[in-house]
């Protein structure tokens, strides 16, 4: 079964940064595409970034483009969001995901909150 441990969310001023983490265990990490998404107050879910494992190519969405960066390191089975010029529409639940034959798996989440 595999399972997501999300870390590194808390409260930050607007302008600073956060990194994100995300161990993953049970599975074979290497082979799976992994997404961060996030939940902020009265939204739905959305993605905010995804990376390949095949060859580690980004997506971000627009909102985050030139200040998130999503990044994985296979050997640790972790994959990071690097959240640098943070605003407050940012502030949000994060959660990372992966998608395997067994289903959809998230994490239990990380709040982030940015204040202005």
């Known amino acids: 079964q595999v399972q997501l441990v999300e870390s590194g969310g808390g409260l930050v001023q607007a302008g600073g940064s956060l990194r994100l983490s995300c161990a993953c265990s049970?599975?074979?990490?290497?082979?799976?595409?992994m997404g961060w998404f996030r939940r902020a107050p009265g939204k739905e879910r959305d993605l905010v970034a995804a990376?390949?494992?095949?060859?580690?190519?980004?997506y971000y969405v627009d909102s985050v483009k030139g200040r998130f960066t999503i990044s994985r390191d296979n050997d640790k089975n972790t994959v990071y969001l690097q959240m640098n010029s943070l605003k407050p529409e940012d502030t949000a639940v994060y959660y990372c995901?992966?998608?395997?034959?067994?289903?959809?798996?998230w994490g239990q989440g990380t709040q982030v909150t940015v204040s202005s």
């Open positions: 995901s992966t998608s395997t034959v067994q289903g959809t798996h």
């Open positions: 049970g599975g074979t990490f290497s082979v799976y595409h």
């Open positions: 990376i390949t494992w095949t060859d580690g190519k980004p």
